[in-house]
């Protein structure tokens, strides 16, 4: 992937990972759009900065994201780069029949959102030279956390379906996943301070070196994933699974 002089598109960039992937690009010589629910904290993100814009979607709308991918072509033909980073995390107890909308939810933003997104600008990227689509998936991807059973479920559906669009868009479009661990972001209430997780700076800091090697990992895997992500293939699965959810 090219680091500089492209225009990139990254959604959920108000908060977390992707305000400081969006902050680290557009140092790096790229502009950069920052698409979000909420254009306050959109403005907060660009504010002083150069080459930078914000753009308010709704991810849960289907009609809503053709428009914007529309209107993003319109205003930044050349865009190159996707990356599809918004995401939500919610808790949910299977112990008893209970109410969908969170299970809901959590497919429509993490699955069907950066499904749609990426399906309204594929012919675009594809047009594009150095074209590139980054989706975020998550270490829970590979190992489950059991009391946020839908995002883990959305998260490994993330990665496989990034291998599919790799092998179909194969020398038009490089496909990449980043699959952070667990980062003090606000993903979740008091997450940011959580001890334990990874600080943002240090799991970004890492993250830009790997965007950085020739050519680029298929897979951006920061130290701390490592555990989860190479669970099953090292053995030590069922260990990861006990492990984790003792947290």
Known sequence: MKTSGNTILITG???GIGRELALRFNALGNTVIVAGRRMETLEETIAGQQNMHAMVVDVEDPRAIVAFA????????????LINNAGIMRREDLTSTHDLIDAE?????????????????????????????VNVSSG????????????????????????????????????????????????????????????LDDFIDEVMTLFHEKPTPKEILVENVNFLRWAERDGHFDEAVEMLNKM
Do not use: C, W
Not at 70 to 81: F, K, M, Y
């Open 70 to 81: 529309e209107r993003v072509i319109a205003e930044h033909p050349r865009l190159n780069i």
């Open 13 to 15: 960039g108000g908060s």
């Open 105 to 133: 939810q959590t497919v429509v933003t993490n699955l069907l959102g950066p499904i749609r997104l990426t399906n309204a600008l594929t012919d675009h990227l594809v047009s594009q030279p150095d074209a590139t689509i």
């Open 140 to 199: 829970l991807a590979f190992v489950p956390l059991s009391g946020t059973p839908t995002y883990n479920a959305t998260k490994a559906a993330i990665h496989s379906y990034t291998i599919s669009l790799r092998e179909q868009l194969k020398g038009k479009v490089e496909l990449i996943e980043l699959a952070p661990p667990a980062v003090q972001t606000e993903l979740t209430p008091g997450q940011s301070t959580r001890e334990g997780y990874m600080p």
